[in-house]
């Protein structure tokens, strides 16, 4: 397994498949580790690119969440990974692909992304009545914005 440190200082283990070709890095979703994007990593890496695949932060070989943890520590993480390996191009699952579009939105390097199944609401299309009545049945000391 290789490592990148992040801008903060944690280290972000990844793979790598294959040695010539196109640089892609595969970024998973949330309840998954690297491993879950192995099998389509060796793919990619059988048709000519060279694949890598991250543990996002808190999972397989990759340091803690943190404090402060969100949407701007993934991409500092995915930034470090893309400075060290040259990769241009990021394919995202689920909240991984929010994480892909984001860099794609907020990073210089990217070249090209490809997303599968983000958790995105489009015009209401993901009903949310139910999580007002959810948040209000949690105990009172794990409500969000408590501590």
Do not use: C, K, N
Not at 37 to 47: P, S, T
Not at 89 to 111: C, E, K, T
Not at 115 to 130: D, H, R
Request: hydrophobic content about 40%; aromatic content about 6%.
């Amino acid at each position: 397994m290789l490592t990148v440190t992040s801008a903060d200082g944690t280290t972000i283990a990844y793979r790598r498949l294959g040695d010539a070709g196109p640089a892609v890095i595969l970024v998973h979703g949330g309840g998954q580790s690297g491993r879950h994007l192995e099998a389509l990593a060796a793919i990619l890496a059988a048709d000519g690119f060279t694949a890598y695949v991250p543990d996002r932060r808190g999972r397989g070989g990759s340091g803690p969440a943190g404090a402060g943890y969100g949407i701007a520590t993934e991409r500092a993480d995915l930034a470090a990974l893309m400075a060290a390996t040259g990769a241009g191009l990021l394919f995202g699952m689920s909240s991984g692909g929010l994480i892909v579009l984001d860099a794609a939105r907020h990073l210089p390097g990217v070249r090209a992304v490809a997303v599968y199944e983000p958790p995105l609401s489009v015009g209401g299309s993901t009903p949310l009545g139910w999580v007002g009545r959810y948040e209000r049945s949690w105990p009172r000391a794990i409500r969000p914005g408590r501590r």
